[in-house]
Each structure stands twice: as structure tokens, then as C-alpha cells.
């Protein structure tokens, strides 16, 4: 089958995980396709076996997800697309149980972060898993009633599970940004609305290469949007930086900001050029 017949969209988790519940939303007619672990979802559109993966970048409450912007570095797949998705946690438990039988609730570390007041509310012992629909599913299959996972809705259906209690994380406002990623660059129209760019660079060793490598953007009047620095390596002397700026590499501020951002650089990678999600224009 050609690549472009594919009509499989890869995620991280099980069946009923947040990240599944974002494919459908976001692109509601493909098939959603369940991986292990990001390196698998990011394999599968890799190897054609699906088109696109729906990864999350960071949230708005635990902040970045930890490994993806090294997976984006090593990875030739393109960010063509983004999507945020407002997560809602569910307490699950088994029928029967409630919450004052809870003694240990499971679930990935990110989910246990965003619900942290509700689980030092109700004196649980956080127990960390793999994934979200994993907790649930793990929950199901060892059926105690002193077991909980924090999951969403949709993994509750598929194991089994009820709710002991909706809407459980710390604000109201917990929102993931999501990155969608294909073996093919997006191709914008610079005039369509927002557009952002994301890249990746890491900077020559000389003084103040970071603050004359963004001086361009500056005086190019090129909005920075999120800027994030991480260790390249466990030697700690070498950081490669990622950011997302407004606007296309054909417009001529950024077009100069990015040539500017080259000078003072070792290296510079555009890992995508895409429209930029509703919720940024309003």
C-alpha cells in the first residue's frame, strides 16, 4: 500500500488514552493506532504504517514532556500540524468501590502531577505507570478495590471501570499541546493566517552567543513564542536550544532572524513550518 493510502494515525498508550481521545477529536475520520512508547509511534510513520503520530509536547500545568524534543532531533519526521486538547481526569475505580476505600491510585507521572491537591486531599499514594489506559487496564486485571487510576472516561468504558470522581485535576485550565508529525513537510500559505515555525539549534562557544543569536529576532520584530534549553549530553557542557516563533521562513523578518540565529549557531534545523492552532489567534 502507498504511504499516502495509509489512513492510520500512531499514538503513545493504550486504547482509551488521552492521547487517542485528541487523534479522534483532531482528525476524527482516521483509525487510531496504539504504541508501546513514543520511539514506536514515531517507528510507525517511519515505516509507513501509519501517516501521521499524534504526539504531546508539553502541558499547560506539568510543562514539558520529558524525551520528545530529543526524539525530534534525532527523527527526520516533520511537525506539520499542532492540536490542544483540554484533558479532564477521571478517578476509576472497580464497581462497587469508593473513595474512601482508595488507598493507592496509578497512572502516568504527568497525570499524577496535574491531579497532585486531589491526591494529597485524599491521602492516596501515588503509584507511577506507563500510561493512562494502562493504569486503568491494570486496575481492571488486578481487581482491589483499594486500587484506583487516574484515566480518562473512554479507558474507564474499555476496562470496565466506574468513575469514582470526575474532573479531578488541580485546574480547570489543563490543557496539552500537541504536535502532529508525517514523513512530509507541511508547505503553508504565508498568508493564511498564523504560522508558526519550530526549530532547533545549538549555538556556537563564544560570549553571549545566546543573546546574539536571538538579537535578530528582536530587531526583526519576530515573536518568540516558547523558547526551551536541554543537555545534549551528560557532560553538561553542551545545551541545544528549541523554539517556536510566529511566522513563515518566506517572510522577510524571519527570513533575516533566522539567517542571524545561523550566524551565532552550529546548527539550525526547522523542524516544521504549520498553521498555528485556533486557540493561539484567540
Known amino acids: 500500500m502507498n504511504k499516502n493510502e495509509v489512513n492510520n494515525i500512531a499514538f503513545q498508550g493504550q486504547s482509551g488514552a488521552y492521547s487517542e481521545m485528541a487523534c479522534k477529536e483532531f482528525l476524527p475520520s482516521m483509525n487510531t493506532l496504539p504504541c508501546e512508547n513514543f520511539e514506536d509511534a514515531f517507528d510507525a510513520v517511519n515505516q509507513g504504517s501509519a501517516k501521521y503520530a499524534m504526539i504531546p509536547i508539553e502541558n499547560s500545568r506539568a510543562g514539558r514532556v520529558a524525551d520528545i524534543h530529543n526524539l525530534l532531533r534525532d527523527s527526520s519526521l516533520?511537525?506539520?500540524?499542532?492540536?490542544?486538547?483540554?484533558?479532564?481526569?477521571?478517578?476509576?475505580?472497580?464497581?462497587?468501590?469508593?473513595i474512601e476505600d482508595i488507598?493507592?491510585?496509578?497512572?502516568?507521572?504527568?497525570?499524577?502531577?496535574q491531579c497532585r491537591n486531589f491526591i494529597s486531599q485524599n491521602r492516596l499514594s501515588p503509584i507511577v505507570m506507563g500510561d493512562t489506559a494502562g493504569s486503568?487496564?491494570?486496575?481492571?486485571?488486578?481487581?482491589?478495590?483499594?486500587?484506583?487510576?487516574?484515566?480518562?472516561?473512554?479507558?474507564?468504558?474499555?476496562?470496565?471501570?466506574?468513575?469514582?470522581?470526575n474532573n479531578i485535576q488541580d485546574s480547570r485550565d489543563n490543557?496539552?499541546?500537541?504536535?502532529?508529525?508525517?514523513?512530509?513537510?507541511?508547505?503553508?500559505?504565508?498568508?493564511?493566517?498564523?504560522?508558526?515555525?519550530?526549530?532547533?539549534?545549538?549555538?556556537?562557544?563564544?560570549?553571549?552567543?545566546?543573546?546574539?543569536?536571538?538579537?535578530?529576532?528582536a530587531t526583526n520584530r519576530v515573536n518568540i513564542v516558547k523558547l526551551e534549553s536541554y543537555i545534549l549530553d551528560e557532560s553538561f557542557t553542551s545545551a541545544q536550544f528549541y523554539i517556536?516563533?510566529?511566522?513563515?521562513?518566506?517572510?522577510?523578518?524571519?527570513?533575516?532572524?533566522?539567517?542571524?540565529?545561523?550566524?551565532?549557531?552550529?546548527?539550525?534545523?526547522?523542524?516544521?513550518?504549520?498553521?498555528?492552532?485556533?486557540?493561539?489567534?484567540?
Do not use: M, W
Open 103 to 113: 488507598v493507592s491510585v496509578f497512572s502516568h507521572v504527568q497525570a499524577l502531577s
Open 136 to 165: 486503568a487496564a491494570y486496575v481492571a486485571k488486578n481487581n482491589e478495590k483499594k486500587h484506583a487510576a487516574i484515566a480518562s472516561s473512554l479507558a474507564g468504558e474499555i476496562h470496565g471501570l466506574k468513575v469514582l470522581s
Open 175 to 217: 490543557v496539552t499541546r500537541f504536535v502532529v508529525l508525517s514523513s512530509e513537510s507541511a508547505d503553508p500559505d504565508p498568508n493564511d493566517g498564523l504560522i508558526i515555525t519550530s526549530c532547533i539549534f545549538s549555538l556556537r562557544n563564544i560570549p553571549a552567543a545566546l543573546y546574539k543569536a536571538l538579537g535578530g529576532f
Open 244 to 282: 517556536d516563533i510566529y511566522g513563515h521562513p518566506t517572510d522577510k523578518p524571519v527570513r533575516l532572524a533566522l539567517e542571524e540565529l545561523g550566524f551565532f549557531s552550529k546548527e539550525v534545523r526547522i523542524l516544521g513550518v504549520y498553521k498555528g492552532a485556533k486557540e493561539r489567534e484567540a
Open 78 to 98: 516533520h511537525i506539520v500540524n499542532e492540536y490542544f486538547y483540554r484533558v479532564n481526569h477521571q478517578l476509576l475505580g472497580l464497581e462497587g468501590a469508593k
